[in-house]
């Protein structure tokens, strides 16, 4: 957020003095004192915002800015992947669909399997939609085999968190791939050379890993928080399959819908055009998911109106303190950025000599540290290298690689200013000290992996 008519005047060294001291502050307050997190980021926030010099008479406009902005992408998703997951729940399809599974590969290779599975799901869809779909199945999943949740649930995340920073047509590498003038077909194929790997050392191996030393029971968030009556016939796999499938679809087909426009095989301002990309933007998706599927698992299997409604009903409020927890990282987010931290970090990281597939890694990185998005991370390290790159001959398959390098450090170090942090501690029943111990040490080795795959295919470029 820019705010008009104000300057920052501060230099880059009492900046980032703030921001850390901020973080410090946030981290004591959450895990020492047992401050609630979402008082403790909307407090942290309101008192980074002083401290950096944010006029008084704007201090709130920024705030709300962040929590706004951030909900306004989250809120609808988990709401409505909520709802489809209590469907999924109660109606024993996440059961028949985890049944499915394990005759299909096996006890011993489920987290493979669910990890494979939001790989194809993840190429289309984003991270928070994606993650929350799949959440019924991972819980039905971890309840049945046991060891806990995070041997599930790591590298079914992992795999939507990979898949939503390396690949297009994800915003963060779209976005960069324009900016440095790369081949945006060249890109999906390398990230995928990128991607796959990472995902199967970093999430799925580290998810096991980790999964027998930290044993956390399986959240009872889309059960409404006590046991659940399933259907005594539950639906087959193939409708739940189908179920998963059909946002898919349409985000996909949106995703067609915007190379066929932009190629010029369609007429962008065609109103059929418009309603059909509208109806594949992510959070309509999933609402034409919730209501095909309150017929299906609901009114069709003998539930009525005011059954289905409760069910429903009962979904979202086991969500909403991690919906008003993740816009509060957000807001943290916002005030990072509004109060000029990530610029300072830009400027100091853009004055030292380095290669500049390294400058591109470590500028997103630290961009990513401050203010906590990695797309915005993303796109504002790619306009920073874009001079340098744009000065040089760089070939293709180096163009690719620097948009790859960029996205790789886009994702490093997630913490506690980045709304994905809450959204999987809260979905996994993680406490703070134990979201840094596995979320934000997969992330990094996710970041890490990818730059070094991504050095690779520069130099041997």
Request: proline share 5%; net charge neutral; charged share 10%.
């Amino acid at each position: 957020m820019n705010i008009d008519g104000w300057t920052q005047t501060m230099g880059s060294g009492p900046l980032l003095g703030i921001a850390a001291a901020a973080i410090a502050v946030l981290l004591f307050l959450i895990i020492k004192l047992r401050v609630h997190a979402f008082l403790a980021l909307v407090l942290v926030s309101l008192a980074t915002a002083f401290a950096s010099g944010i006029p008084a008479n704007s201090i709130i406009e920024t705030l709300t800015s962040g929590f706004g902005s951030t909900l306004a992408s989250v809120a609808l998703l988990v709401g409505l992947g909520a709802m489809l997951g209590r469907l999924l729940e109660v109606s024993g399809g996440a059961q028949s669909l985890t049944d499915a599974l394990l005759n299909r590969f096996g006890e011993r290779r489920a987290p493979m399997a669910l990890g494979v599975a939001s790989l194809i799901f993840g190429f289309p869809i984003f991270f928070d939609a994606g993650l929350v779909v799949m959440l019924p199945i991972v819980f039905a999943v971890a309840r049945r085999l046991g060891g806990g949740v995070l041997r599930y649930g790591l590298p079914t995340a992992g795999a939507f968190s990979v898949m939503h920073i390396f690949v297009p047509p994800h915003p963060g590498p779209v976005a960069a791939s324009g900016l440095l003038g790369a081949d945006v077909g060249l890109v999906l194929a390398l990230a995928l050379v990128v991607a796959i790997p990472t995902w199967y050392l970093t999430s799925y191996l580290y998810g096991l890993w980790v999964g027998k030393r930290i044993v956390l029971p399986v959240p009872e968030l889309l059960n409404g928080g006590g046991p659940v009556e399933q259907d005594e016939n539950p639906p087959p796999a193939r409708t739940v399959i189908s179920l998963l499938l059909l946002p898919l679809l349409l985000i996909f087909a949106n995703t067609g819908l915007n190379t066929a426009g932009e190629a010029g095989w369609a007429n962008p301002e065609a109103g059929w055009f418009q309603v059909a990309r509208t109806l594949g933007a992510t959070p309509v998706a999933l609402l034409i998911t919730v209501f095909v599927a309150t017929y299906v698992l609901g009114t069709r299997r003998g539930r009525g109106q005011d059954v289905v409604e409760k069910l429903l009903d009962s979904a979202l409020g086991p969500v909403c303190a991690i919906i008003l927890i993740t816009g509060a990282g957000g807001m943290f987010g916002g005030v990072l950025q509004a109060s000029g931290i990530g610029d300072a970090l830009s400027d100091v990281m853009s004055d030292i000599g380095m290669p500049v597939i390294v400058a591109a890694y470590v500028i997103a990185a630290v961009i990513r540290i401050a203010q906590g998005s990695a797309t915005v991370a993303l796109t504002t390290a790619a306009g920073l290298v874009q001079p340098v790159v744009l000065g040089q001959d760089f070939n293709s398959v180096q163009l690719a690689a620097l948009v790859l390098a960029l996205a790789a450090g886009s994702v490093t170090a997630g913490h506690v200013n980045d709304s994905g942090f809450w959204l999987v501690g809260r979905f996994f029943g993680m406490d703070v000290k134990t979201t840094l111990k596995t979320w934000t040490v997969m992330q990094t080795t996710i970041g890490l992996m990818g730059f070094g795959i991504a050095s690779l295919l520069f130099v041997v470029a």
